[in-house]
């Protein structure tokens, strides 16, 4: 079997919205960082920009854990 390489004109990027209200926020920023990347797509190819766009809603209501309020 060949490897696929995806070509920029072959990839569609797509929208995602995203309710970051009760979501602890590094769990959140990894989530969103594999999307933007385009590592949730089988056909990621490092050297093209296979991701996608993000729009977060409800970010002031992220959860924080610990001590990063300080």
């Not at 602890?24 to 797509?41: E, F, P, S």
Request: proline share 4%.
């Amino acid at each position: 079997m060949k490897t696929y390489m995806a070509k920029p004109g072959e990839v569609e990027q797509r929208w995602w919205v995203v309710d970051a209200s009760e979501r602890r926020v590094g769990r959140l920023a990894t989530a969103i960082a594999m999307v933007l990347m385009g590592k949730h797509r089988p056909t990621y190819t490092p050297h093209i920009d296979t991701g996608d766009h993000v729009v977060v809603i409800n970010a002031d209501k992220v959860e924080f854990s610990g001590k990063k309020w300080q």
